[in-house]
């Protein structure tokens, strides 16, 4: 049983990398199976199909982005921490080879996307926005923020600059990340 944890978690990884480098219709099971060296029957045993694998990888993502940030995705309490707990995940993302998200990779293929899919999609960007905005919400309440407009509105601004973030880093090297971070405390008007 742990050999089959064990392969299940390389196939996501290796699967995971090779759809950030890629983008969905860029890899084959084969492109999986080969540096693995393992059969593709392997893969077909954990995931039946390329979309059950999907599927896979944006809960594996949703696991991974919760566990790097639990203990800042709690409601309440301060919000620069919880703020600063999305930068450091972003940083780490990067800094692991991980240069754009699941939610970039899947946008190129967006519209020819199985249902399912797009709802796991969707899903993750629901809970990562709805997250942000009750950070913004919480922050603005305790004077710990200023910005203009909805905190909604604001949260999906700077989801977007991250992402562009994550891509342009790719072309600019990391500190593009941090220039980025801080352009946006500054716009929520954290001056420490």
């Given amino acids: 049983m742990i050999e089959t944890i064990a392969t299940r978690d390389q196939i996501i990884s290796k699967a995971f990398d090779l759809m950030l480098q890629r983008g969905l219709n860029g890899f084959s099971y084969r492109d999986i199976s080969e540096p693995l ?68 990779a899947l946008s190129i293929d967006y519209a020819e996307l199985p249902d399912e899919i797009k709802r796991a999609n969707d899903q993750f960007m629901k809970d990562t926005s709805d997250w942000l905005t009750r950070v913004l919400e919480t922050g603005r309440e305790q004077k710990e923020f200023t910005f203009q407009g909805e905190p909604r509105i604001k949260a999906m601004s700077i989801l977007a600059t991250i992402q562009g973030a994550r891509q342009l880093a790719r072309i600019y090297g990391m500190t593009i990340l941090e220039t980025l971070f801080g352009q946006i405390r500054l716009d929520l008007g954290i001056t420490s």
Wanted: aromatic content about 12%; overall charge positive; charged content about 20%.
């Fill in 37 to 104: 060296g393992i059969r593709n029957a392997a893969i077909h045993y954990h995931f039946p199909s390329k979309m059950d694998l999907i599927c896979a990888l944006i809960e594996e993502n949703h696991q991974v982005l919760y566990k790097n940030t639990a203990e800042y995705m709690a409601y309440g309490g301060r919000a620069p921490p919880q703020l600063e707990g999305l930068f450091a995940f972003t940083l780490k993302q990067y800094k692991i080879g991980r240069p754009i998200c699941m939610v970039g």
